[in-house]
Nanobody
């Protein structure tokens, strides 16, 4: 069964850090392009970051550039999203998604259930 499971969310103060994990089961994540998305209450889903399977190229949304880093550890079948200098506006449910194509193209076949991130003092 193909599954993506996110973890690592929680409550953090502004300026703090969190690392989200996206673990795949039922398929080898190394061969998939992985994207992270977020959706805040009442807002549209926003693309946060993407890492391609072909050459490891990474892309970031403008609102998180310089603060978030996406990476993958193939041996653990896991993709991470390191989030630093968190802001209140980063509060959202965060999701990872997998695309069998080798480039970040914005289309994904598999989605996780999400993990909640709350940035508040």
């Amino acid at each position: 069964q193909v599954q993506l499971v996110e973890s690592g969310g929680g409550l953090v103060q502004p300026g703090g850090s969190l690392r989200l994990s996206c673990v795949a089961s039922g398929f080898t994540l190394e061969y998939y392009t992985i994207g992270w998305f977020r959706q805040a209450p009442g807002k549209e889903r926003e693309g946060v970051a993407c890492i391609s399977s072909s050459d490891g190229s990474t892309y970031y949304g403008n609102s998180v550039k310089g603060r978030f880093t996406i990476s993958r550890v193939n041996a653990k079948n896991t993709v991470y999203l390191q989030m630093n200098s968190l802001k209140v506006e980063d509060t959202a449910d965060y999701y990872c998604a997998a695309d069998p194509k080798g480039v970040c193209r914005g289309l994904y076949d598999y989605w996780g259930q999400g993990t909640q991130v709350t940035v508040s003092s």
